[in-house]
């Protein structure tokens, strides 16, 4: 039961997060109203379809689609859940380092970061907390 309120809240974070170029008008403002407190939405660093961009850049829709991938990833890992409850402060810097290395190349050079580069660190830091989260939401369920 967890898993799939996990898995459904992370599709709906992905298809909110992709649905301008397909919405109309008022709704493609609402929307990227939505998600403006939490991306820069900047033009130039964000997927687009038809010249219309997605609400969110391309880390942080890799972020949020990380959150379903682990959600159906989490039945195939529950077998190391006691590792990942003792090492769940590692796992997340482990996750969030190569998302901070790539940030920070682009702010501090040496290189620039690529949109394939963005989206694949957000994936695994978005990853890492939605395995989190998707376990968090598995064990509410199961006290009920």
Do not use: K
């Not at 397909?22 to 109203?33: C, H, I, P, T, V």
């Not at 900047?42 to 972020?63: D, N, Y």
């Amino acid at each position: 039961m967890g898993w799939s309120a996990a898995l459904g809240a992370g599709l709906l974070l992905v298809g909110l997060a992709a649905l301008p170029p397909f919405a109309g008008a008022e709704l493609r403002a609402s929307l990227m109203q939505a998600f403006a407190p939490v991306c820069h939405q900047m033009p130039g660093r964000s997927f687009a379809v038809g010249g219309t961009p997605l609400a969110v850049c391309h880390r942080c829709i890799g972020l949020y689609a990380g959150l379903p991938l682990a959600a159906i990833s989490f039945p195939w890992l529950r077998r190391w859940e006691g590792a990942l409850d003792r090492n769940a402060r590692w796992v997340l810097v482990g996750a969030a380092l190569p998302l901070a290395i790539d940030w920070s190349g682009l702010h501090l050079g040496p290189w620039v970061n690529t949109a394939a580069s963005q989206v694949l660190t957000g994936v695994v830091f978005g990853g890492a907390v939605g395995l989190y989260f998707t376990r968090a939401l598995v064990r509410l369920a199961h006290r009920r």
